[in-house]
T-cell receptor, first 113, second 113 residues
Framework: DQQVKQNSPSLSVQEGRISILNCDYTNSMFDYFLWYKKYPAEGPTFLISISSIKDKNEDGRFTVFLNKSAKHLSLHIVPSQPGDSAVYFCAATLSGSARQLTFGSGTQLTVLP | ETGVTQSPTHLIKTRGQQVTLRCSSQSGHNTVSWYQQALGQGPQFIFQYYREEENGRGNFPPRFSGLQFPNYSSELNVNALELDDSALYLC????????????FGPGTRLTVT
């Protein structure tokens, strides 16, 4: 049972436009959500996160929105740049003794020049 | 400040063999988590080590075991390798076991033939 889902395997966006990556989750006990970016042959790089008590967090070109009632979060990248082309994973974590991350399957973002 | 490092980069083993993967945590981090990433999927949590003790385990059989050393570096051992163990193995370190953000190494690509 996949608790974190990214239903779009790929997304193509023109340089300078907005990229919106989506993620859905089923476990209402998740209390923290994170986005990671992964380039080929590298490990995932932490991008931005949001606590379940907030509905928005912004860091430069990256904004994450959380809709708890819909169990949905999204990552907005504005403006998109060719260097943003990578696989984006959303992840969620539960409070407890071990902060294990539960990941979605990823979305390949391609930003076209 | 050095990031998370992993060795080796690539490894080819035969079914039934045993393998040891190594990870050095980021400076100042005392918690290490291991993840398995199969092709086309997101990383899956194997286990976490905090101050040399296992602090949580995902849905992996006992032939997956680990160690953490006093300098917080870690090993992942897999016995009786199966073809399905072929994957990218990622190590992540965090400031402590309650920290939300985990910082990943580049991974070890294991191929079992």
């Amino acid at each position: 049972d996949q608790q974190v889902k990214q239903n779009s395997p790929s997304l193509s966006v023109q340089e300078g436009r907005i990229s919106i990556l989506n993620c859905d989750y089923t476990n209402s006990m998740f209390d923290y959500f994170l986005w990671y970016k992964k380039y080929p042959a590298e490990g995932p790089t932490f991008l931005i996160s949001i606590s379940s008590i907030k509905d928005k967090n912004e860091d430069g070109r990256f904004t994450v929105f959380l809709n708890k009632s819909a169990k949905h979060l999204s990552l907005h990248i504005v403006p998109s740049q060719p260097g943003d082309s990578a696989v984006y994973f959303c992840a969620a974590t539960l409070s407890g003794s071990a902060r294990q991350l539960t990941f979605g399957s990823g979305t390949q973002l391609t930003v076209l020049p | 400040e050095t990031g998370v490092t992993q060795s080796p980069t690539h490894l080819i083993k035969t079914r039934g063999q045993q393998v040891t993967l190594r990870c050095s945590s980021q400076s100042g981090h005392n918690t290490v988590s291991w993840y398995q990433q199969a092709l086309g999927q997101g990383p899956q949590f194997i286990f976490q080590y905090y101050r040399e003790e296992e602090n949580g385990r995902g849905n992996f059989p006992p032939r997956f075991s680990g160690l953490q050393f006093p300098n917080y570096s870690s090993e992942l051992n897999v016995n009786a390798l199966e073809l399905d163990d072929s994957a990218l193995y990622l190590c992540a370190s965090s400031f402590d076991r309650y920290a939300y953000e985990q910082y990943f190494g580049p991974g070890t690509r294991l191929t079992v033939t």
